[in-house]
């Protein structure tokens, strides 16, 4: 397993504001990932990252944007938050070799904009 | 129409049961099949790991795939109340990495 930090785990912003959801992973993993879960619905990937200073948007089209400047760090902003954007974001990571394409999440960050 | 499809429930059963989810899909180059559960307000915990098609036993639970029908199931006996929870079929394609395709999740109750 591989254990996700999501910081902050419950956030109310105000329209316009920006945010950084933190997400950090302390087994070195290369391979992190950003979904997003609108309550009731499926899971979708937003971000990805195989290693530094490498990252690609997902199948779902998202306004946040992500760095991966140091291989533990995998950080998601949104310049203008919108309620739009209220939404859970889940960070993963993924160890190498053994279990196919099994990843592990954090706990989440429940992003609530008004 | 959705890659992964996913009966949404609620399914609500009696304590010691037998559960059976299921999920179908379309895309037959999937061949990584996860089963996940979560709590509420957490995030998705990896229960299941299956490589193409068979059976998977642990402990409780048993993980079925079927390529060729594209069905996949997850079965839990003595079903416990700790067991409550929404549970949620993955896969993904072999050079697709954990950029996996979740269903809609199941929500299960368990009543004591």
């Known amino acids: 397993e591989a254990d996700i930090y999501q910081t902050p785990r419950y956030l109310v912003i105000g329209t316009g504001k920006k945010i950084t959801l933190e997400c950090s992973q302390t087994?070195?993993?290369?391979?992190m990932y950003w979904y997003q879960q609108d309550p009731g619905m499926e899971l979708h990937l937003i971000h990805y990252?195989?290693?530094?200073?490498?990252?690609e948007k997902g199948d779902l089209s998202s306004e946040s944007t992500v760095s991966r400047i140091r291989t533990e760090h995998f950080p998601l902003t949104l310049e203008s938050a919108r309620p739009s954007h209220t939404s859970q974001y889940l960070c993963?990571?993924?160890?190498?070799?053994?279990?196919?394409?099994?990843?592990?999440f954090g706990e989440g960050s429940w992003l609530t904009v008004v | 129409q959705k890659e992964v499809e996913q009966d949404p429930g609620p399914l609500s059963v009696p304590e010691g049961a037998i559960v059976s989810l299921n999920c179908t899909y379309s895309?037959?180059?999937?061949?990584?099949f996860m089963w996940y559960r979560q709590y509420s307000r957490k995030g998705p915990e990896l229960l299941m790991y299956?490589?193409?098609?068979g059976n998977k036993e642990d402990g409780r639970f048993t993980a079925q795939v079927d390529k060729s029908s594209k069905y996949i199931s997850l079965f839990i006996r003595d079903s416990q109340p700790s067991d409550s929870a929404t549970y949620l079929c993955?896969?993904?394609?072999?050079?697709?990495?954990?950029?996996?395709?979740f269903g809609q999740g199941t929500e299960l109750s368990v009543k004591p």
């Open positions: 993963a990571s993924q160890p190498p070799g053994r279990q196919g394409n099994t990843i592990y």
């Open positions: 993955a896969m993904s394609a072999y050079n697709q990495g954990g950029k996996l395709i």
């Open positions: 299956t490589y193409s098609s």
């Open positions: 895309n037959s180059a999937f061949q990584y």
């Open positions: 990252s195989y290693g530094v200073n490498s990252t």
């Open positions: 087994m070195g993993h290369d391979k």
